[in-house]
């Protein structure tokens, strides 16, 4: 999907791009045994969004600003969602690192946009 994406343009690349973006953000969490983590997956899945226009708006010669730029939004935003977690310790850096690893994932995942065609 991403090959046949990309041999169209970047917009068409776009919808194989968010697909895989989701299902990123929500494996992640499944595959840590952490489901249902709703507000970890949309965090996640709303910086892949998130890098996706940012990538667009600034163009592929800024595409690594862009990508690390929107992820140390997003991790500084899973810090504080999990601070307002009342788990305990323990619970809220496990949580923590999963949230920051599906955020990066689905955020690097949006590098196929920055890629030379």
Not at 4 to 25: D, E, K, N
Not at 30 to 42: C, D, E, F, K, S
Not at 76 to 104: K, N
Request: glycine share 12%; net charge neutral; charged share 10%.
């Amino acid at each position: 999907l991403l090959a046949g994406g990309a041999a169209i343009g970047s917009y068409a690349l776009l919808v194989p791009l968010v697909l895989l973006q989701a299902v990123t953000a929500a494996g992640w969490f499944r595959l840590n045994g952490m489901w249902p983590a709703r507000q970890g997956i949309a965090l996640a899945f709303l910086g892949g969004l998130v890098a996706d226009a940012a990538l667009l708006a600034a163009g592929r010669e800024h595409g690594p600003t862009a990508l690390l730029g929107t992820l140390g939004v997003w991790v500084l935003l899973a810090v504080v969602l999990q601070l307002r977690s009342p788990a305990t310790g323990e619970e809220r850096m496990y949580g923590l690192m999963a949230t920051v690893v599906s955020a990066a994932l689905a955020v690097l995942a949006a590098g196929h946009l920055a890629a030379i065609p």
